[in-house]
C-alpha cells in the first residue's frame, strides 16, 4: 500500500516536471537570437555556442556533481538561477531555462556574459574560440533581418499613389523639354 502511494507521488512529480522543449535549426536559432537583441557582431559566436553546449535543444540539462548543474539551450550554471523558484545571480528558476521560450534565458546568457565574456563557457573556448564559426549568412533573417520597423505612418503613401506622382513627375519633365526643344526652333 505504502508503495503504491510512492509510485503515485513519483508520477506525479514526473508529469510536473515535463517541460515542452525545442531543438532548433541553425537559422531558426539565428532568428531568434537577433529577435531577443543579441549583437549581429556575435551571433556566430552564440550560435556556435549554443551547438557544442545544448546541441540547439531547450531542454538540455547536464549535473557534473549534485551542485554544478547546467540547464537549457546556453547551459546556464546552477549559480543563476535557483531550483524551484526564482533565485541566483539572474533571479530566475532552474526550470525556466528549459523550455522553448528562450527570452528569458537569452537575457541570464547576456548576463553572464557581461561578466565573464564567452570564456564561461568551457565548450566556446574549446571548439569556437579561433575555429570556423558557424555560417549563418545564409538565413534569410541574417540577409534580411525581419525587425524592420515601418515608416510612420504620416510618411507612408499607396504603392499607387506613390508610383503615379512618379509617372507625372516624368510626364511633365518631359514635356517641359519638348516646349524647350519647340521654341528653341
Known amino acids: 500500500m505504502a508503495s503504491g502511494r510512492v509510485a503515485v507521488v513519483i508520477l506525479i512529480a514526473l508529469s510536473l516536471t515535463i517541460v515542452e522543449c525545442k531543438v ?14 543579441f549583437s549581429r557582431t556575435f551571433i556566430s559566436n552564440w550560435v556556435c555556442l549554443i551547438e557544442q553546449e545544448s546541441d540547439r535543444n531547450t531542454s538540455a540539462f547536464h549535473a557534473k556533481t549534485p551542485r554544478r548543474k547546467y540547464y537549457g539551450l546556453f547551459q546556464i550554471g546552477s549559480e543563476y538561477c535557483k531550483e524551484g523558484r526564482k533565485g541566483g545571480k539572474c533571479d530566475i528558476a532552474c526550470e525556466a531555462l528549459l523550455d522553448e521560450d528562450i527570452r528569458d534565458d537569452g537575457v541570464c546568457a ?52 506613390g508610383r503615379r506622382s512618379a509617372l507625372r513627375k516624368r510626364f511633365t519633365l518631359h514635356l517641359r523639354s519638348k516646349r524647350s526643344t519647340v521654341l528653341s526652333l
Open 110 to 161: 547576456l548576463k553572464v556574459f557581461e561578466q565573464e565574456g564567452f570564456k564561461y563557457w568551457s565548450r566556446w573556448e574549446a571548439r569556437c574560440k579561433g575555429q570556423l564559426l558557424p555560417d549563418i549568412e545564409k538565413c534569410p533573417d541574417w540577409q534580411y533581418p525581419s525587425n524592420r520597423s515601418s515608416p510612420p505612418r504620416d510618411k507612408r503613401t499607396s504603392p499607387s499613389r
Open 24 to 37: 532548433f535549426t541553425r537559422c531558426q536559432l539565428t532568428r531568434e537570437l537577433l529577435k531577443n537583441g
